[in-house]
C-alpha cells in the first residue's frame, strides 16, 4: 500500500509535461517543504544530501532534472513515492530542439541548436539526451555530468553518446515498474486523478507550461534519425503504456 506521506521523488524528464506537473505540485504544498533540483544539478544533489535529517523528513517533494537514485539521500528508513511523466521520444526530442533555439537562450544547448539543424542537433552528440534520454535518467547508471556547476555541450551525461544498452533498459524499467504513479505527457488530467486518489492532490486549474511556440515537423531523414537513436526509450515507453496507461 501506498503511504499518502510518502516524500514524492518526482523525476522531470525534459520536454515531459515535468514544468506543468511542477506548478500543480507547487500548489500541493508549502514550498519549505518541496526540494527542487535546480540548474546546479550536482550541487543541489548534494545539499540534499548534506541537510539535516528531521529537515529531509519534513520534505513533501523532491523534484527536478535528476536521474533515478536520489532516495539514497534522503533519511534512514524515510518512506519515498517514485512520480515521472514520459512522452513519446520523438515528439520529446523535437521538443527540446525546438525549446532550445526559441525559449529559452540561457539554456546551455541554446547556441548549439540555433546553429545547428535538428538532423545535426540529434546525430552530433550535442546533447546525450537525444539518445534515449528516457532510459537514461531512469536507470539509475547514468547522471548528469557538469562543469563549475553548469552542464555543457557534448558532456552532459556519463553514459557516452550511444551508449545506452540492453542493461540500462532493463535497469529502466524495473526501476519504473516500483514507480507510484506515471503520466504520460497529452494526458495530463488523468495523471492528476490518479494522484488525487493516491496522495490527495487538489486539482488546480491549470495551462501546460513551458511550450514552444516553434511548431517543428520533422521531415522523413530526422524522424528516422530520431527513431533509431531512441529504440530503448520506445521499448520503456510502450512497455510502460501497457502497464500504467489506464490509470497504473
Known amino acids: 500500500m501506498i503511504n499518502q506521506r510518502a516524500t514524492l521523488m518526482i523525476v522531470h524528464i525534459p520536454k515531459a509535461a515535468g514544468t506543468t506537473l511542477r506548478w500543480v505540485m507547487d500548489r500541493q504544498y508549502p514550498g519549505d517543504r518541496i526540494y527542487k533540483i535546480k540548474s546546479?544539478?550536482?550541487?543541489d544533489q548534494e545539499r540534499l544530501h548534506e541537510m539535516d535529517g528531521v529537515k529531509k523528513r519534513q520534505l513533501r517533494a523532491v523534484f527536478g532534472h535528476y536521474c533515478y537514485g536520489l532516495?539514497?539521500?534522503?533519511?534512514?528508513?524515510q518512506p519515498y513515492a517514485y512520480l515521472t511523466m514520459l512522452r513519446d521520444p520523438v515528439r520529446r526530442v523535437v521538443s527540446l530542439y525546438s525549446y532550445t533555439r526559441t525559449e529559452s537562450p540561457a539554456h546551455y544547448l541554446a547556441r548549439a541548436a540555433r546553429e545547428m539543424t535538428l538532423?545535426?542537433?540529434?546525430?552530433?552528440?550535442?546533447?546525450?539526451?537525444?539518445?534515449?534520454?528516457?532510459?537514461?535518467?531512469?536507470?539509475?547508471?547514468?547522471?548528469?555530468?557538469m562543469r563549475d556547476g553548469?552542464?555543457?555541450?557534448?558532456?552532459?551525461?556519463?553514459?557516452?553518446?550511444?551508449?545506452?544498452?540492453?542493461?540500462?533498459?532493463?535497469?529502466?524499467?524495473?526501476?519504473?515498474?516500483?514507480?507510484?504513479?506515471?503520466?504520460?505527457?497529452?494526458?495530463?488530467?488523468?495523471?492528476?486523478a490518479l494522484m488525487r486518489t493516491l496522495f490527495a492532490w487538489r486539482i488546480p486549474h491549470y495551462q501546460n507550461k513551458n511550450v514552444s511556440r516553434e511548431r517543428i515537423e520533422p521531415d522523413g531523414r530526422e524522424?528516422?534519425?530520431?527513431?533509431?537513436?531512441?529504440?530503448?526509450?520506445?521499448?520503456?515507453?510502450?512497455?510502460?503504456?501497457?502497464k500504467f496507461g489506464n490509470g497504473n
Not at 71 to 77: I, N, R, S, T, V
Not at 168 to 186: I, P, S
Not at 229 to 234: E, G, K, V
Open 40 to 43: 546546479d544539478i550536482r550541487g
Open 71 to 77: 532516495h539514497e539521500a534522503l533519511a534512514p528508513q
Open 119 to 145: 538532423y545535426d542537433f540529434v546525430t552530433s552528440g550535442v546533447t546525450r539526451h537525444s539518445d534515449n534520454g528516457m532510459v537514461r535518467q531512469l536507470s539509475g547508471y547514468d547522471e548528469f555530468t
Open 150 to 192: 553548469r552542464q555543457i555541450p557534448y558532456n552532459d551525461g556519463k553514459v557516452p553518446f550511444r551508449g545506452v544498452t540492453r542493461g540500462h533498459f532493463e535497469a529502466a524499467k524495473k526501476n519504473l515498474a516500483e514507480f507510484a504513479a506515471v503520466g504520460f505527457a497529452g494526458e495530463f488530467d488523468a495523471f492528476l
Open 223 to 242: 524522424i528516422k534519425a530520431i527513431t533509431e537513436l531512441n529504440q530503448l526509450d520506445y521499448e520503456l515507453y510502450h512497455w510502460a503504456r501497457e
